[in-house]
């Protein structure tokens, strides 16, 4: 059986993505999943959320789209694999702008790992440069991060049209959803917002029932190296991906 490669996605920062992959990824292994997470941002936030120090690793995410083996480079950090990120991320739109199906690489280095686990969680970039949309070409399903605020609704139109051009090259990725990230029901915007996001043509129906509420602890989790099931698993932050894990897994 090959994995499910998801891609997790949004030109914006400071959205969720990282923390999305990070403690969905966690608590999808716990419910007995293999999981990969592969960190695709020169930040390297994922990396060092999972308790790796991003200047201490060897060979990154860089060196398998040079065509390294990705096997050389997966690191086991507990209850997931990591495929960890360095800075010379920032350079791959220089580094590769030359090369033969650049779009592909990940897909390419991915390929033998895809039996090894179920799901494969690719953390993408804050922009819509050739890392997410090497994301998009390697991905079997995608799905944007967003939080409830107006800006992300023009901000979902911009991914959308990157992602609509990526399946030229992947003509089976789907958009699988739309995950709400720093949500407040108390706030008429935030449900205003939600409700005009699953308006729109293109994500009816997509988006995911369980929101993410505003939690202090799912800041404070990665700075000591941990998901948020580890740092205070009874935090609204860690019932919160409970429960968009039991979503994502049905």
């Known amino acids: 059986m090959k994995a499910k490669v998801c891609a997790f996605a949004n030109q914006k920062g400071g959205v969720g993505k990282t923390t999305t992959v990070n403690n969905l990824g966690v608590a999808i292994a716990k419910a007995g999943y293999k999981v990969l997470c592969v960190d695709l941002d ?3 936030n994922l990396t060092d959320g999972l308790g790796v120090d991003p200047y201490g690793v060897g060979q990154s995410v860089f060196d398998l789209l040079k065509g390294q083996p990705v096997e050389r480079m997966i690191l086991d950090v507990g209850d997931v694999h990591l495929l ?3 800075q010379l991320l920032a350079t791959a739109d220089l580094e590769f702008s030359g090369r033969i199906a650049r779009e592909q690489l990940l897909r390419k280095g991915l390929r033998s790992v895809l039996s090894s686990y179920d799901y494969i969680m690719l953390d993408c970039p804050p922009n819509l440069g050739l890392l997410t949309v090497n994301a ?3 991905a079997t399903h995608v799905y944007f991060v967003s939080e409830a605020e107006y800006y992300a609704l023009s901000g979902l139109g911009l991914i959308w049209t990157t992602f609509e051009a990526c399946k030229e090259l992947n003509a089976t990725v789907e958009l699988a959803g739309v995950i709400v990230t720093q949500y407040d029901k108390r706030k008429v915007l935030h449900r205003d917002v939600v409700r005009s996001i699953g308006e729109q043509g ?3 129906n997509k988006v995911f029932e369980t929101k993410i509420r505003c939690n ?3 800041a404070s989790a990665p700075s000591h190296g941990m998901s948020i099931f580890e740092y205070d698993p009874k935090a609204n932050g860690a019932l ?5 894990a039991r979503e994502f897994l049905r």
């Open 202 to 204: 293109q994500f009816v």
């Open 42 to 44: 020169a930040q390297a």
């Open 84 to 86: 960890p990120a360095s």
């Open 216 to 218: 202090v602890d799912l």
């Open 136 to 138: 998009f070409v390697a």
């Open 240 to 244: 919160d991906y409970a429960q968009l």
